[in-house]
């Protein structure tokens, strides 16, 4: 099973309101990632969760707040966000090797995403 | 410079023919290779690993090479439904997981 589930497929959100992603896996990966693409643009990084703790966080705004509830869920939660974050949210995952050592890093399979737009 | 960089194309090619490009990377200690595909309006979907010795999967061949830091990919016999962007994926070890995406190449298949 190489399925990553991401729900829901599509959300609209007034700029007041406070909503959360959900992304779920069970391949046993232990990286864990949220990208964020608009139109004709690659995926762009957001965060990566390394075995359940934050790794990376490319210098997203507050208004998106990723949690990592155990190492098969990764959540954002959104707030106050702006029409110009409406994109594609991708989540993705993909077992991890420490850092330092192992045998590297295998591919990364995405959810189907989730369409938000912000009104 | 960016960390990955792909020609954009488009590459608008007839059915049966073979395409191929490149991708560039620009830390030489990338450590994981892959490409991509991924349709209009829809997630990436992995389309191959790319192997130091290089590594074909039906009509789809992958090359690496380190020393001029690229990889490519050569799509043979291509069909209609083989039309979709190409991402390159790039990781470097030191980076803690991060997965760097180059810009994407799009391949159009005519009838």
């Known amino acids: 099973d190489t399925e990553v589930t991401q729900t829901p497929k599509h959300l609209v959100m007034g700029m007041t309101n406070k909503k959360s992603l959900k992304c779920e896996q069970h391949m046993g990966h232990r990286a864990m990632y949220w990208y964020k693409q608009k139109a004709k643009k690659p995926p762009e990084l957001m965060f990566v969760?390394?075995?359940?703790?934050?790794?990376i966080n490319e210098s997203v705004p507050s208004r998106f707040s990723p949690e990592c509830p155990n190492s098969s869920l990764l959540n954002l939660h959104l707030h106050a966000l702006q029409p110009e974050d409406s994109a594609l949210y991708l989540c993705a995952s993909s077992q991890a090797s420490p850092a330092g050592g192992g045998r590297g890093h295998t591919e990364a399979f995405f959810g189907q995403g989730t369409r938000l737009t912000v009104v | 410079r960016k960390e990955v960089e792909q020609d954009p194309g488009p590459f608008n090619v007839p059915e049966g023919a073979t395409v191929a490009f490149n991708c560039t990377y620009s830390?030489?200690?990338?450590?994981?290779f892959f490409w991509y595909r991924q349709d209009c309006r829809k997630e990436p979907k992995l389309l191959m690993s790319?192997?130091?010795s290089g590594n074909e999967d039906g009509r789809f061949t992958a090359q690496l090479n380190r020393a001029s830091q690229y990889i490519s990919l050569l799509i043979r016999d291509s069909k209609l439904s083989d039309s979709a962007t190409y991402l390159c994926v790039v990781i470097v070890r030191s980076n803690d997981y991060k997965l760097s995406f180059g810009a994407g190449t799009t391949v159009t298949v005519r009838a």
């Open positions: 830390n030489s200690a990338s450590q994981s």
């Open positions: 969760y390394s075995y359940e703790k934050l790794s």
């Open positions: 790319v192997y130091s």
